[in-house]
C-alpha cells in the first residue's frame, strides 16, 4: 500500500518527473501545442496573451529609455555571415536556407524551382542585417547615438526543442545600438540589464541574479556578455535575458564608421540585447504548482473569472437571468478597479460555458482569482472568491460592498509569490570553497529531478580543456560572475577579499556560480 | 522661358512623375529603404510608427468584435500546399523554398547542407497552417465560432516589387475563423469588411468603395471575396483590405469537422481577412503633397515638434536655457491635452538637434503641427504655429492661453483631409452606359500619369477570354462590385433598374466598377 495522494490537476507532478510535469502544464493551460513544422509551436491565445502583455510593459519601458521600433528584413544574404568570423560560428551550423524561389509541378509533384544565386539565411539574430542599415545610416558624431529595437521571429534549428525554452521559430525584441564612445556603449548595455532585472523582478515576480557571462558563454562575436540568470522549481538555472557589449568587432566587420568631433574617422561601438518567449517557459518553471499555471497578476492576460452557477439543463430560467445579469454589473464594476499603483485595469471575464469542469480549467489556466455566482450568493448579498495561490478548494464569502478589496489582494499575490520565489533561491544558492566539495556538492545531489541548485565559488575567467571537462561531468556550467557576490567600492575595488580559484589555484578576488542549465 | 516654379521639398513633383514622386516622399520622410533582400525593404523608425500606430487601433476592434491574437509557424510543409488545388495554384510561383538546414565551410565557402526530407514554404499567407490547428480544435459545434488572429510577417516572392504596395516580405495582420453555419461566416465576413472600412475612412481618412469582387479577382480557394478599394490622387485603384468567405472548402481539404446539434458530422465554414503595411502606401498617396508625407492626426506617431530658436553657436546660452525650459513646459502641457473624444494623448517631441533645415525635415515627415519658439515669442507670450495641411510657409501665433485650442485644430485637419479626399474620389467616378464609352474614357485619358479614375457600369460577373482581352488592351480590372451602387430594398431586391451588361449585352441589375489599380 502507498500512502494516499492528493488528487491533483496535473500529472505527473513536480517531483515525478519535472519535465513531463512542465509540458504537462502547458497542454493543460492550453498555452501552445507543437506543430506539424520541426521544432515549431502553435502559440495559442492564453500563451499569446501572456506575451502581449509582457511585449506591451517591456516595449513601454524600450522606448522610455529612447530606443525606436523599426523591422528589418527576415532574411539574411550568405556571404553577410561571412563578415563575422565568431558570429558564422556561432550559428551556421543551425538555421533555415532559402535556396528557391517557386514550386513547379513536375508531374503531380510539387518540386522547388527559380533557385537563387546566393542564398538566404532566415534571420537566427538580427546583428549582421542592422548593422549594415546602421552603417548607411550613421556618417558623423551627430547621428549618434543611434537605438533601435525590434520585434520579431528567429529562427535557430536547434536539435533538441522544447516548448517556449527552445524551440526552431522563437519570438523576441533585440535592441541593436551604436555609440560614440566606448563607455557610453557600456553604459547602455548595463542599463537595458537593469530592465530586464526590474522586469523579471517586478512583473514577472521572478528573481534574478545579475552578471557578466564567462568567456566561453559570451555571444559569438561580442566582447561581453551580461545576462539575468533565475533559479526555477527544480533548482536549475534559465538564462532569461542577455545584454551584449560588441565593442568594434561589428562596426569593423560592417563598416560602421563616423567623423568624430575631432573630425577624424571612428567605429562605432555598438550593443545588442534581447529577451523571448523563452520567458513564458521561465514563468511557468518558477511558480507554477501541480494544479497547473500560476500567473503573477501584473503579467495575466486576465485577472479575473466569474463562473455564473446556473441551474441544471436550465431548470430555472428567471433565477438564470438574474445570475447572469448579477455577474455582468460585477464584471462592470470590477472593470472599473485598477492595481499597481493604477497602472494596470483589471481585466475580468465571465465564462458561461456550458462545458463541465470549467472551474478546474481556470485553475489550470492560472487566472488570478475565480468568482463563484448562484442565486444564493446573491441572496447573501456577495460571491465565493477563490485565490490562485492558495489551494485550489479554499473560497472565501466577499461581499459585494467588499470589492475594493479586489485590487489589494492582486497586489499582494504578485509579492507573495515573488517573496516565496526569491526565499526559495536564497535558500539553494551554496558558497563553497573547494574543488572537492564542488564535485560532492553535484555529484551527490545533482540527480536528474533534483539538481543542486546554484553554486557559488572564487574561480578566475579562464577556461581550459581540463576545467572544461569536469564541469561537463557535472552537468553544470559557469551562469555567470554576479554582481552581488562580486560587489565593488566606491574607488571601483572588489570588495571581495584574496582566495584561490578553485580549479587553477591562482589567485582571484572573482565568484562564479555554477549550476545546471536549461 | 517656362513659368516660374514653386519651390517644393520634393521631387518630382506628383504631376511630373507619380511614382517617382511617391518614392521621394517615402525618402523624404526617412519612412523605409530598400534592403540588400531582393524586394524587402527596411522599414524605418517613422514609418514603422505610422503601423504601430495602425495596429493598435486595429487590434483593439479585433479584440472588441471577440477575436483572439495567437500565433503560428513561419513555416508550412510543402504537402500543406498540395491539400487545395486552387490556393496552390495561386501561391506557388512564388514563394521562399527552405531547402536546408545548416551552411558547411568547404574550402572556406559556406555551402546549404542538412537537406530536408520535405521542404517548408515560408507562409504567404496562413489558411493551410492555422486550418490544421483548427482541426485539432474543433470537435463539436461547442467549440464554435473559433475566432483567432495573427500579427506576422508573410512572404510573397513578386517579380515587380515596389514599397509597402508589394513587398516579397510584408507585415500583415490575418484573421481567420470557423462557423457552425454558413448565415454566421458569412455574417462575420461582412463584419470585418466593415471594420476595415471605418478603420480606413475615420482613421486613416481614406475614403472606400466597399464590394464583392468578380470571379476572375477572388482569393485562391475561397467562394466569395469583398474588398474595400480606395482612390490614390493619380486615380488608380487600391485594394486596401479584403476579407474572405471561404465556404467548406479550406474545411474539407484539412478536416475541419464538428458534431453538430443534430449530432451530425459537419464540415465548419470558415472565413479569413487581412490588411498590411500596404495601407502605409495607400496612406501615403491620398494625402501626400509635393512637400512630402501628410499624416491625418489619428494615424500620426507623433502629433506636434517643437522646433526651439536657439542663438547662433550658443552665443546667448542664458536665453537659450530660457527657451529650452520653456519648451519643455509648453510640452508637458500639450502632452496633457487629447482630442478625438479623449481616444487619443497628444504626443509631442522637442526637436534641438543642431541639424540645419530641421522644420523642412519635419514637413517631409508630415508631422501635423509644428512649433516655433524663440527668446521673441515668450517675450510675446505665445508661439508660432504651423499646419501640415496649409502651405509650409504659414505661420500663425498661438498665445499659451489658447493651447486649449490645439485639439480642436488636430480635429479639424483630421476631418479637412477625410472630406478632401472623398472629393477627389467623388470627382472621379464616372458612370458610363456602353462598351464604346469605357473604351474611349480609358484610351483618351489613361496615360500613366493621369488614368481615367473609377468608371461605374452595369455588367455581369462572367468573365470570358473577350473581356478578358479589352481589359487588358485598356490596362483596368474590374475593382468589385460596389455597394454604394448596388443597394438593395428591404425585401433583399435590387435597387437597380435592369439594363444590359455593356460587355455581353445580357440583362443584369449588377454594376461594377473599373480603374487601373495597383
Known amino acids: 500500500m502507498t500512502a494516499k495522494k492528493v488528487r491533483t490537476a496535473i500529472t505527473p507532478i513536480r517531483e515525478e518527473n519535472f519535465s ?18 520541426r521544432g515549431c509551436m502553435v502559440i495559442r491565445p492564453w500563451g499569446f496573451g501572456i506575451w502581449e502583455t509582457m511585449q506591451k510593459v517591456l516595449d513601454e519601458r524600450i522606448k522610455k529609455t529612447g530606443h525606436e521600433n523599426a523591422y528589418f528584413p527576415l532574411l539574411i544574404p550568405k556571404s553577410f555571415f561571412q563578415k563575422e568570423a565568431d558570429h558564422i560560428e556561432g550559428f551556421a551550423t543551425e538555421c533555415a536556407v532559402v535556396t528557391h524561389t517557386k514550386l513547379e509541378n513536375q508531374d503531380g509533384t510539387l518540386v522547388p524551382a527559380g533557385k537563387l544565386e546566393e542564398e538566404y539565411i532566415i534571420r537566427p539574430t538580427s546583428e549582421m542585417i542592422i548593422g549594415k542599415s546602421f552603417s548607411d545610416w550613421v556618417h558623423s558624431y551627430r547621428d549618434l547615438p543611434l537605438k533601435i529595437n525590434q520585434w520579431a521571429n528567429v529562427m535557430r534549428w536547434e536539435m533538441r526543442t522544447r516548448m517556449f525554452l527552445r524551440t526552431s ?63 526555477m522549481q527544480d533548482k536549475k538555472a534559465l538564462q532569461a535575458g542577455t545584454s551584449h557589449y560588441l565593442g568594434q568587432n561589428f562596426a569593423k566587420s560592417l563598416e560602421i564608421k563616423f567623423q568624430s568631433r575631432n573630425e577624424t574617422e571612428e567605429f562605432a561601438y555598438t550593443t545588442s540585447w534581447g529577451v523571448s518567449t523563452r520567458l513564458i517557459g521561465g514563468l511557468i518553471m518558477t511558480h507554477s504548482d501541480d494544479d497547473g499555471l500560476v500567473l503573477p497578476p501584473k503579467i495575466a492576460p486576465q485577472h479575473i473569472v466569474i463562473l455564473p452557477f446556473l441551474s441544471r439543463k436550465n431548470s430555472n430560467p428567471d433565477a438564470d437571468t438574474a445570475v447572469l445579469e448579477k455577474c455582468k454589473t460585477l464584471q462592470n464594476r470590477l472593470e472599473e478597479l485598477s492595481f499597481s499603483s493604477d497602472t494596470i485595469d483589471i481585466s475580468v471575464k465571465i465564462d458561461s460555458s456550458e462545458k463541465s469542469g470549467k472551474n478546474w480549467d481556470w485553475v489550470r489556466k492560472g487566472i488570478p482569482l475565480r468568482i463563484a455566482l448562484g442565486e444564493r450568493d446573491i441572496e447573501k448579498g456577495g460571491f465565493m472568491l477563490s485565490r490562485r495561490d492558495r489551494p485550489a478548494n479554499e473560497k472565501e464569502f466577499v461581499s459585494f460592498e467588499d470589492i475594493e478589496r ?15 520565489a526569491q526565499k526559495f533561491q536564497k535558500e539553494n544558492i551554496t558558497e563553497i570553497s573547494s574543488l572537492d566539495d564542488l564535485k560532492s556538492h553535484f555529484l551527490e545531489k545533482n540527480s536528474e529531478n533534483s539538481p543542486a541548485g546554484f553554486v557559488i565559488c572564487y574561480a578566475d575567467k579562464e577556461i581550459n580543456e581540463e576545467r572544461e571537462q569536469l564541469l561537463k561531468e557535472l552537468k553544470i556550467t559557469a551562469r555567470c560572475i554576479p554582481y552581488a557576490y562580486n560587489k565593488k567600492d566606491e574607488q571601483g575595488n572588489p570588495e571581495n577579499s584574496e582566495s584561490k580559484c578553485i580549479f587553477s589555484g591562482k589567485t582571484t578576488t572573482t565568484k562564479i556560480v555554477y549550476a545546471r542549465a536549461y
Do not use: C, D
Request: aromatic fraction near 10%; glycine fraction near 4%; avoid cysteine.
Open 20 to 37: 513531463e510535469w512542465y509540458q504537462s502544464v502547458i497542454n493543460g493551460a492550453e498555452m501552445a501545442e507543437n506543430s506539424v513544422v
Open 406 to 420: 479586489i485590487p489589494e489582494i492582486l497586489e499582494e499575490m504578485q509579492n507573495t509569490l515573488f517573496e516565496k
Open 169 to 231: 521559430e522563437f519570438l523576441w525584441q533585440e535592441g541593436h545600438t551604436a555609440h560614440e564612445t566606448e563607455q557610453e556603449a557600456r553604459e547602455e548595455t548595463e542599463i537595458m540589464l537593469q530592465e530586464y532585472k526590474k522586469f523579471l523582478e517586478n512583473y514577472l515576480a521572478i528573481p534574478v541574479l545579475e552578471g557578466e557571462k564567462t568567456p566561453e558563454e559570451t555571444f559569438p562575436g561580442a566582447e561581453n556578455t551580461y545576462t539575468v540568470e533565475a533559479m
